[in-house]
């Protein structure tokens, strides 16, 4: 066994999972009460391997400039912002927070993981249209999307984003918005920065290859946590009085062994991912946009196809997808067994009845499952007409496990988006969902704060420093438009970003 002493095995904070999300957490604590001991156990040898790394999934900078599933038409025909406002609201948070660590240091320069790309939405056919020109005309209404752009005109687009256009049927109506504001962001490469600074720090302790097997609370009050080396096989227990859990789809199996009651009856519907990946340079360097589509009737929301560039490890990517299939991991290194294990008597009523209620879903994600190379170069063409096979390979993407919740009146409902659990005495908490996460991770972490750290949140200490690391804290964006714009001009200058443009 490892050496039982007090410094390695009592910190005051346990981070279950090393992306985004522990990141984030990590280096606001850090920040708030450098004193705070904590330590970081991560299953695999690298941080942000799995949901936050660049080629699996997080990279959009997600401010709903162009996901057309953040605003759904309503049965009256009108177009519901109210999604679109809080992720874009969200957005500029993540962006205001990532600039107090540029400005004091603390992260590497703002190009190595945050890249200007226009954000577009395109759609085709007439009712398509009709529903994108509903949807620009309530987003305008918002200051947060007052530099939107919209185009019916054909030459206009094809300037835009020529590899759309070059080879479509010239007598279908299509159209476009464009957002010059929006931004790729490597997740990956930010995370792994977070991390390598507090890393340094003599009250902060990485552990990769470390893999969390149990978790329980004491009479105490501390959470005694079993903890096993992957590379030596020793174990130990640590005992901590917080427990965050961020391990993405690893999350819900945690949640389970830590028997809180509000963590009982949740469930976990997991959604693999595939991309083309384009492997000729020339057709890359032809694109330089996120064009998002409208989703499949029956597809889930994280599979809204869009030809998307990405800069990884320093390259200018061009990525078509996500395809969407099904596996019983939880994890993209995960066991085949993660989703058998998660049924337990709590969660079974909820799962059945979800998926009772989601066979168009299950019926959707076998039929990607089952789709040929020559299938998804099909899809593909539906975006960029004049793709050729040859200049494309597939890659596997990450997994996303969607909610499945207890519901009084359905029996369960399956959500997708993020949701925060806690226990009634906020000394644990766990990360589920997916979409939008990474980007709204700050937010996220704030209301976490908010409720698990409240004494020290109310603190004059606590709140002059939150309002250094997020000069908009406390207020409001969505309502205040001078606010928006001096904290968007101060992000955009410290990420260098460029300034929003001027509609013609």
């Not at 028997?259 to 330089?288: A, M």
């Not at 955009?492 to 929003?500: N, Q, W």
Request: hydrophobic share 40%.
């Amino acid at each position: 066994m490892m050496n039982d002493n007090k410094a390695n095995n009592e910190p005051d904070v346990v981070l279950i999972g090393a992306g985004i999300m522990s990141a984030t957490l990590g280096m606001m604590l850090n920040e708030l009460q450098p004193s705070l001991k904590i330590q970081v156990f991560e299953r695999l040898d690298m941080a942000a391997a799995e949901s936050s790394d660049a080629w699996n999934n997080a990279g959009t900078g997600h401010s709903a400039f162009c996901e057309l599933n953040y605003t759904p038409e309503k049965p009256d025909g009108t177009v519901d912002i109210s999604k679109a406002v809080r992720i874009a609201e969200s957005f500029e948070i993540s962006k205001q927070f990532w600039s107090y660590l540029i400005k004091n240091n603390i992260i590497e320069l703002p190009t190595s993981f945050i890249k200007n790309i226009p954000h577009l939405s395109f759609v085709w056919g007439k009712d398509n249209v009709d529903f994108l020109r509903k949807r620009y005309g309530a987003m305008v209404e918002c200051h947060l999307f007052d530099d939107m752009l919209y185009s019916e005109n054909r030459d206009e687009i094809e300037r835009w984003i020529p590899l759309v256009m070059h080879g479509r049927d010239s007598g279908e109506p299509v159209a476009a918005t464009r957002m010059d504001l929006g931004t790729d962001v490597n997740f990956g490469a930010l995370t792994r920065s977070m991390f390598n600074y507090m890393q340094d720090k003599s009250d902060v302790r990485m552990h990769f290859s470390h893999e969390v097997r149990k978790l329980r609370q004491r009479e105490d009050g501390r959470w005694k946590i079993k903890v096993k080396d992957l590379q030596t096989g020793e174990k130990r227990n640590v005992y901590a009085r917080y427990v965050f859990i961020g391990a993405g789809g690893g999350a819900l199996p945690l949640l389970e062994k830590s028997d809180i009651p509000e963590g009982k009856g949740y469930g976990g519907f997991p959604v693999s991912g595939q991309w083309l990946r384009c492997t000729n340079r020339e057709v890359i360097e032809q694109h330089r946009a996120k064009v998002y589509g409208k989703a499949a009737v029956g597809s889930p929301p994280m599979s809204v196809p869009h030809l998307d560039t990405r800069y990884i490890n320093g390259k200018r990517e061009l990525l078509f997808g996500p395809y969407a299939g099904f596996s019983t991991k939880f994890l993209k290194k995960g066991s085949f067994l993660d989703l058998p294990k998660s049924i337990k008597a709590t969660n079974l009523r909820p799962m059945l009845s979800a998926g009772i209620k989601n066979l168009a879903l299950t019926k959707y994600l076998i039929d990607q499952v089952r789709q040929s190379p020559e299938e998804r170069v099909e899809a593909l063409k539906d975006y960029f007409p004049n793709a050729r096979a040859e200049d494309w390979e597939l890659e596997v993407a990450g997994q996303r496990v969607q909610i499945i919740k207890r519901d009084p009146d359905k029996g369960g409902v399956l959500e997708f988006g993020t949701e925060v659990v806690s226990g009634a005495n906020c000394t644990l908490a766990a990360l589920l969902g997916a979409s939008p996460g990474a980007s709204t991770a700050v937010s996220i972490m704030l209301g976490l704060l908010e409720r698990c750290f409240m004494h020290r949140m109310n603190t004059e200490e606590w709140q002059k420093k939150l309002k250094e690391m997020i000069p908009s804290y406390g207020q409001s964006l969505a309502d205040d438009p001078e606010l928006l714009e001096r904290v968007r001009s101060y992000s955009s200058e410290v990420l260098g970003l460029v300034p929003a443009v001027e509609k013609k």
